[in-house]
């Protein structure tokens, strides 16, 4: 069974950082590219960013509202997936999912349930 | 950034209902655009992807179609664990953008 299971979700000042993890199992993770999605409170869905998987050299890509302040990165010896978030804003606000994409296609099958990141105004 | 457009956003039905979800994109994404359900409280699941393929496991009462800039969700008889919110998702180019989603709620 395919199990994503976020950590590290915190209340955090603005201009502090974070680093959430999210632990794989049930799948080849390695394989996967992985993905972090967040959702703010009564809000939707907004894509984070990706980190490919070793064929593609681990290249990542961002939203441009995270770029140059969060950072993705994946230990596929211990089946992680990480989100190093830097310089807080209030409007990171969110519940962060970690996602999997599949294979071929390259569509969001499997999400963790989240993990509540807080950063007051 | 590719903007998708979901209508309705909130829908009232009954359980055996017919019932289409509408999904427009600002510009075209050939058939790169997927759909799936959030029930409050648990991670979301995919249910169908490249617009009209059914994902394993989910049951064929779901169905999609569409391409280029109008896509469609059709439930074709809601059963009591269809009520949820359900979102579409393109991945045509960076960045993956989604839906605002759509709450079906029993009537």
């Known amino acids: 069974e395919v199990q994503l299971v976020e950590s590290g979700g915190a209340l955090v000042q603005p201009g502090g950082s974070l680093r959430l993890s999210c632990a794989a199992s049930g799948f080849t993770f390695s394989d996967h590219y992985m993905d972090w999605v967040r959702q703010a409170p009564g809000k939707g869905l907004e894509w984070v960013g990706r980190t490919r998987n070793k064929a593609n050299s681990y290249t990542t890509e961002y939203a441009a509202s995270v770029k140059g302040r969060f950072t993705i990165s994946r230990d596929d010896s211990k089946n992680s997936l990480y989100l190093q978030m830097n310089s807080l804003k209030s409007e990171d606000t969110a519940v962060y999912f970690c996602?999997?994409?599949?294979?071929?296609?390259?569509?969001?099958?499997?999400w963790g349930q989240g993990t509540l990141v807080t950063v007051p105004s | 950034d590719i903007q998708l457009t979901q209508s309705p956003s909130f829908l009232s039905a009954s359980v055996g209902d017919r019932v289409t979800i509408t999904c427009r994109a600002s510009q075209g994404i050939s058939s790169y655009l997927a759909w799936s359900q959030q029930k409050p409280g648990k991670a979301p699941k995919l249910l169908i992807y490249?617009?009209?393929t059914l994902q394993s496991g989910v049951p064929s009462r779901f169905s999609g179609s569409g391409s280029g800039t109008q896509f469609t969700l059709t439930i074709s008889s809601l059963q009591p664990e269809d009520f949820a919110t359900y979102f579409c998702h393109q991945r045509d180019s960076y960045p993956i953008t989604f839906g605002q989603g759509t709450r079906l709620e029993i009537k």
């Open positions: 996602v999997r994409v599949t294979l071929t296609n390259y569509y969001f099958d499997y």
């Open positions: 490249s617009a009209s």
